[in-house]
């Protein structure tokens, strides 16, 4: 079976670079998701997307934008980069209107800012 | 933090049973157990719906509490690939849509 997609797996950047993470959920989700997860934390929701619309944010800095394209993929724009941004970024799709759909993670996009 | 794990870490030997537990003062219409590796996503391992519900896949067996503020997830026979971080994740389903909240995590070491 199809799972969430995420590219690229890995990424360097140095400070007040910008980065794009791409996702790409599995086929017929309508809502995506955005989750940090600095080193021995939980995953910090950040923003969400149902049917391109952004439907829920979290702790989501200015300094970051997210949109849903009409294919559904999704990407996390990421400006003026700190060092505290370092982290792994991951995505999640589910598909909202049914009752029964869990959380389905890709693999993530580990960033490294230096 | 709304979900609260506990213990934080876990260390057994290989046969051994274990059991973490997931404890919230908030409601939520559907829980999740997921096992995470080094630098992977989260893998869904039980979805619960129902209050009180108790459902098993394999090795795993959970449940969610009658108030739906709280579950366990119970592991038995533990073998060395059982090691990960184990997270519980609540769901809320808003005016806007479904919202998932993780636990703090549980760290297992099985030692073969």
């Known amino acids: 079976a199809a799972g969430v997609i995420q590219s690229p797996r890995h990424l360097i950047k140095e400070k007040r670079e910008t980065a794009t993470l791409k996702c790409y959920p599995i086929?017929?989700?309508?809502?995506v998701y955005w989750y940090q997860q600095g080193p021995g934390q939980d995953p910090q929701f950040l923003i969400s997307?149902?049917?391109?619309?952004?439907?829920d944010k979290g702790s989501i800095p200015d300094r970051f934008s997210a949109q849903q394209f009409s294919d559904y993929h999704s990407e996390l724009n990421m400006s003026s980069l700190e060092l505290g941004d370092s982290a792994l970024y991951f995505c999640?799709?589910?598909?909202?209107?049914?009752?029964?759909?869990?959380?389905?993670f890709g693999n993530g996009t580990r960033l490294t800012v230096t | 933090q709304l979900l609260e794990q506990s213990p934080q870490f876990l260390s057994i030997q290989e046969g051994e049973n274990l059991t973490v537990y997931c404890n919230s003062s908030s409601v939520f219409s559907s829980l999740q157990w997921y096992r995470q590796e080094p630098g992977e996503g989260p893998v869904l391992l039980i979805a619960?719906?129902?209050?009180?519900e108790l459902t098993s896949n394999g090795r795993l067996t959970a449940q969610f509490g009658i108030t739906r503020k709280d579950s366990f997830l119970n592991i038995s026979a533990s073998i060395p690939s059982d090691v990960g971080i184990y997270f519980c994740a609540g769901q809320w389903i808003s005016n806007t849509g479904n919202q998932f909240y993780f636990g703090t995590g549980t760290s297992l070491t099985v030692i073969p």
């Open positions: 086929p017929r989700h309508d809502t």
């Open positions: 619960l719906y129902k209050a009180g």
């Open positions: 999640a799709s589910s598909l909202t209107g049914a009752r029964n759909s869990p959380l389905h």
């Open positions: 997307f149902y049917e391109k619309m952004q439907s």
